[in-house]
Structures are given as structure tokens and as C-alpha cells.
């Protein structure tokens, strides 16, 4: 399968404070998207980039792809108790599977 | 309402005992994919379908069999389910492929005894 690390794997913050969760890759890709599962629902899609460098912006969610097209992140600024969920990216190379990151599982503290 | 509909939510079953969970969409998605989530493996793919009576298979197709013989359903059929495929399962379609983003269905909670 698609050779992806997403790190960190936990993330507990107070809320408040900023979070930040990266994916990369060995290879360059085509495309990159994040989803969000929240605790017992199903992930739902947010963003996809595909340029190089790209930025998107989601009200407090940043999105970056980077400029050699391997790695990416999401960034929450002045995190908030709903934003707790596990964050996963979705990269793409070629061919047409479907594949997804083991995910950064964010818990916010009030 | 767009959406992708799985059924059953819940299942419990005994080992061997064929069963089938059905999947639909109704926004004219021409992919639909199977995964199954376990912890500390995130979501693995089953079986994939580009577009009606062509099937692939993912990284993890073993113990399970597809068809898409219509557009809008994609089920899920275990022949003969053994308790390692006790897990959660989720079906999602795009509109063309890996360019589009993924809506899932709500999943199903599948345990094998």
C-alpha cells in the first residue's frame, strides 16, 4: 500500500492552545485530503490540495501541502472542545486505491 | 439528502454464517469502496469499484466478495465469516475516483463469534 506516516499518533491539548498534525510520504504525490472522524461517526471529508505549496484556510483549520508534493498538514489554531476527533490523511500517487494515514487522534481538555 | 446508507449499523453473527451488508448512494457516484477500521490500523480498503460490473480488489480482500451490478449499491458479502473479521466497517463513494473527495456511509459494526 500507498507508504504514508502521519504523526503524532495522540494529541491532547488544553483548549485553547494550537495543534498541528503532519503526513508524509516516501513518494510524490498527486493529490493530498483530510478527513475528520469524530468518536463514533464516520470521517467526513474537509479539503483536498493539489498544488504545490498550496494553502487552505478553514475557518481555524490550516491546510498545507508541501512545495516537493510528499508532505502535508493540518493545523488548528485556538483549538475548541468540538474540534476533538481523529484527523486522517488521504494521499494519492497513481492508480486508483484509496488509501489513508493511521490518523492523529486529538482530545481536548477544557 | 446526498448520502450513503449502510445497513445493518449492528451485527452480531456466529462463524460461518454467510452474511450480506448492503450499501446505496444516491448521488450518482461512479466509485464505491469498502474499508474496515481496527484500532492502531486506521482504515484499510476491501474491495473497490470504478464504475458498474468493475471490481478491484484493496489491500485487504481476503474473506470477502463484492458486485456492483447497479450504479447505486455496492454490498459487502462475507461467505463464511471467522471472528477476525469482527470490526468496523464503512462503504463511501466519490464522484469519479481518487480526485474526488470520499462520502461515507454511517458504518457497521460487524462482530463474529
Known amino acids: 500500500g500507498q507508504q504514508v506516516m502521519q504523526i503524532p499518533q495522540y494529541q491532547h491539548v488544553q483548549e485553547g492552545e494550537d495543534f498541528t498534525t503532519y503526513c508524509n510520504s516516501s513518494?510524490?504525490?498527486?493529490?493530498i485530503q483530510w478527513y475528520k472522524q469524530r468518536p463514533g461517526g464516520h470521517p467526513v471529508f474537509l479539503i483536498q490540495?493539489?498544488?504545490?505549496?498550496e494553502v487552505k484556510k478553514q475557518k481555524r483549520l490550516t491546510f498545507q501541502f508541501g512545495e516537493a508534493k510528499k508532505n502535508s498538514s493540518l493545523h488548528i489554531t485556538a483549538t475548541q472542545t468540538t474540534d476533538v476527533g481523529t484527523y486522517f490523511c488521504a494521499p494519492a500517487n497513481t492508480g486508483n486505491q484509496f488509501y489513508f494515514g493511521t490518523g492523529t487522534s486529538l482530545t481536548v481538555i477544557p | 439528502e446526498a448520502q450513503v446508507t449502510q445497513n445493518p449499523r449492528y451485527l452480531i453473527t456466529v462463524t460461518g454464517k454467510k452474511l450480506t451488508v448492503t450499501c446505496s448512494q444516491n448521488m450518482n457516484h461512479e466509485y464505491m469502496s469498502w474499508y474496515r477500521q481496527d484500532p492502531g490500523l486506521g482504515l484499510r480498503q476491501i474491495y473497490y469499484?470504478?464504475?458498474?460490473?468493475?471490481?478491484d480488489k484493496g489491500d485487504v480482500p481476503e474473506g470477502y466478495k463484492v458486485s456492483r451490478k447497479e450504479k447505486r449499491n455496492f454490498p459487502l458479502i462475507l461467505e463464511s465469516p471467522s471472528p477476525n473479521q469482527t470490526s468496523l466497517y464503512f462503504c463511501?463513494?466519490?464522484?469519479?475516483?481518487?480526485?474526488?473527495?470520499?462520502?461515507f456511509g454511517s458504518g457497521t459494526r460487524l462482530t463474529v463469534v
Open positions: 463511501a463513494s466519490s464522484l469519479r475516483g481518487r480526485n474526488y473527495g470520499y462520502t
Open positions: 469499484s470504478m464504475n458498474v460490473e468493475v471490481t
Open positions: 490540495l493539489v498544488k504545490s505549496g
Open positions: 513518494t510524490t504525490l498527486s493529490n
